[in-house]
């Protein structure tokens, strides 16, 4: 779960550093992703020691449902867009979008690895 929460940060850094750049540097907000991104890329490198791993992993899982449901509004709003209708800025509807979708897959798997962890422990 180390190396999923290291490319999750990444991902978000890029999509954040992304959508700053292609919206002309007007607002730093689109920059949100990247916040997250960096915090889950932090934690995933503490993670890589033993010691700190389980603790990094649940601060990375809490940090990724923070950001599932921040974006969550974005990826509502999508779906106006995609049935032709407008919204006041699309940008950063289709950048909080794809923060939701990225969020969504990470936190499933990391709720999985825990699960997963926990059932190992039992056996």
């Known amino acids: 779960m180390q190396k999923t929460t290291v490319i999750t ?12 750049a292609l919206t002309g540097a007007r607002s730093a907000t689109a ?20 010691k700190m791993r389980r603790d990094a ?6 940090v990724g449902l923070i950001a599932l449901a921040g974006s969550v509004s974005g990826f509502v709003a999508v779906f106006t867009l995609l049935g ?11 950048t909080q979008s794809m923060m939701f979708l990225i969020s969504v897959v990470f936190v499933g798997l990391a709720v999985n690895s825990f699960i997963e962890a926990r059932r190992n422990r039992e056996k």
């Open 31 to 50: 920059l949100i992703p990247a916040a997250f991104g960096g915090i889950l890329l932090a934690l995933g490198i503490i993670a890589r020691r033993e």
């Open 84 to 94: 032709g209708g407008t919204v006041a800025r699309p940008a950063a509807v289709i």
């Open 57 to 62: 992993m649940h601060a990375a899982a809490a």
């Open 9 to 20: 940060g990444t991902l978000l850094i890029t999509l954040g550093v992304a959508s700053y």
